[in-house]
């Protein structure tokens, strides 16, 4: 079986290849620029590197539209150069996991040709002539606006796609589908690959009657399927189950409740070992993403403390607040700062569960000035502009997901040292005081602050293990917890706004010994703008 629970002390950290380094000046990240950062990741502390896709792809969808499943795109290197970083990788103690795209397909994958019912095919409704609009088999709508069914004039036919028309979803029910990603996933893992972050993994079981959905709202036939525990309690058996070396499996799921993450990661189940939620990033919305709200503290920390309490005793909860789909966390939920951005470091760390740190997080980059819809590269985006037009813009600068995909910001040459050549997404201006060379260098920023909480965790059972308190749970500023285990005890206090906020917790511990601290406070008992604290006793 596999080596259980290491990742329970493991921090992960995320790559998005494209926008990471560029060695070849051609104005994309590639393999070889992540080899060259690999001592800066070391220095961070990280444990794993998940990189998002680096396989063949149209790029319809920055890479989650997949071509080729076993090879590398040209844009990012070779298999060689895959191998290599892995060795790289390796060689300095860490492991890395690969984005697994398996809930779809790219359209230009040659299964889409060779391979009809590998797909969903349906007719046009009942009664109505194909290819005229409302004439798709469901009313379903697509994550990137559209309908959910594209029209084949060619078999007069529709094929489902919950993503882009690029991107046709993959039929699960065919176990011949099953069989070949099994093959695929065996084949990276017998490369060395360390396991798998799975892309919408909770998407793959439908309901096959393929019914309408309440306003075009068809999650419900596709979220958590009737078959998704069946599924992955077979990928476990035919892919992991007969490996003994530390892997790490986390399953993406939109819309996951706590009680199915409690199936899924209950590790008696063999499913997955963690699960992406959305809860929390869900927040600050209405129904649409696009309908941008002010995040709710109150709303947020009852929210965390119920995945908190959900998975206390089996499973085990991930722990983010970005990746490359959502806006940076210090300009969505903090003040822009680099101490709000530590204190969110800090908030997010001292949860129970697994950190994720996306890139550029560790330096309290931020979200990027987009002046016009032409600036935006994100399918996403500009699928929902065009059907919203500009009055969506000040929308899109606030949570499209290109935020999160401008350049990593190296120093403060050109293009942040990102590349050379012109990079496919404009370098955020504030590169010249936000880069990892400035970041490395003071020992005071929000690098240094997150390389600490990673080595708390590494060094502080209580950090991993403890039980989590929620305290304070009606203050509309401070978010405040304790963690216990084996007679030790941690407090964390944090002001999660940009006014002073009394800190009502037992006077007992403002004596106490302070592990990490931003600093900014005005005194013991009064937490000064985004200033929080961790408190250790035993
Ligand atoms: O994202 C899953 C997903 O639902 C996202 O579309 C997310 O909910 C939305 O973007 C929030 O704004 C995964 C990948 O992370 C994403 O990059 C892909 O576009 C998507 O699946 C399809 O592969």
């Not at 525990?229 to 986390?250: I, N, P, S, Y």
């Not at 005793?313 to 940076?328: I, K």
């Amino acid at each position: 079986a596999m080596t259980d629970a290491w990742w329970k002390s493991a921090v992960v950290y995320q790559i998005y290849p494209r926008s990471f380094s560029d060695s070849d000046a051609d104005g994309i990240g590639d393999l070889r620029g992540i080899e060259e950062r690999l001592d800066y990741l070391s220095a961070l502390g990280v444990d794993v590197l998940w990189l998002s896709p680096v396989y063949p792809s149209p790029q319809d969808d920055a890479g989650y539209d997949i071509s080729d499943y076993q090879d590398i795109d040209s844009t990012f290197g070779t298999l060689e150069d895959f191998d290599r970083l892995l060795a790289g990788v390796h060689a300095r103690g860490m492991k890395l996991i690969m984005d697994l795209v398996v809930n779809h397909t790219s359209d230009e994958h040659p299964w889409f040709r060779e391979h009809r019912d590998w797909y969903w095919w349906r007719p046009a409704r009942e009664g109505m002539e194909p290819g005229t609009p409302g004439a798709e088999p469901t009313n379903w709508r697509s994550f990137f606006s559209g309908p959910t069914w594209e029209f084949d004039p060619e078999s007069g036919e529709y094929y489902l796609h919950l993503f882009s028309r690029k991107q046709p979803d993959l039929n699960w029910e065919n176990p011949e589908v099953r069989h070949a990603i099994h093959t695929m996933m065996n084949w990276w893992l017998d490369r060395g690959v360390d396991g798998f972050r799975m892309d919408v993994i909770n998407m793959i079981s439908k309901d096959t009657a393929l019914p309408d959905g309440p306003g075009g709202d068809g999650s419900a036939h596709y979220l958590c399927g009737p078959r998704i525990h069946e599924f992955l309690q077979e990928m476990h058996r035919e892919v992991f189950a007969g490996r003994d070396r530390k892997l790490l499996t986390v399953g993406e799921m939109p819309g996951v409740t706590v009680e199915q993450a409690l199936r899924f990661t209950d590790p008696a189940r063999a499913e997955v070992d963690m699960v992406f939620q959305f809860e929390h990033v869900g927040l600050d919305h209405g129904p649409s993403k696009w309908d941008v709200q002010e995040l709710d503290l109150l709303a947020l920390k009852a929210c965390m403390n119920r995945w908190q309490a959900g998975l206390a005793d089996v499973g085990w909860n991930s722990l983010y607040w970005n990746n490359h789909d959502q806006p940076r966390v210090v300009s969505r939920f903090g003040d822009g700062g680099p101490r709000s951005a530590k204190t969110l470091g800090t908030v997010l760390h001292l949860h129970r569960g697994t950190p994720y740190v996306y890139q550029g997080e560790e330096l309290g980059m931020t979200n990027a000035p987009f002046a016009s819809i032409g600036d935006f590269r994100d399918i996403e985006t500009l699928n929902h502009h065009a059907e919203a037009g500009d009055g969506a813009l000040p929308a899109l600068r606030a949570r499209g997901r290109d935020n999160a995909r401008t350049p990593m910001q190296w120093d403060a040459s050109p293009h942040a040292g990102f590349t050379t050549g012109t990079p496919w997404i404009a370098v955020n201006p504030n590169y010249e005081h936000i880069n990892a060379a400035a970041a490395v260098a003071d020992p005071d920023s929000v690098f240094h602050h997150y390389r600490r909480l990673i080595e708390l965790r590494h060094t502080e059972p209580c950090v991993v293990h403890g039980d989590f308190t929620l305290l304070m749970p009606d203050d509309p500023a401070v978010y405040a917890f304790t963690r216990a285990y084996e007679g030790t005890e941690l407090l964390v206090v944090a002001n999660w706004s940009a006014e002073p906020a009394a800190l009502e917790v037992d006077p007992a511990w403002l004596g106490e010994e302070v592990v990490i601290e931003t600093g900014g406070g005005s005194g013991a008992a009064t937490l000064g703008p985004w200033e929080s604290r961790v408190y250790r006793r035993s």
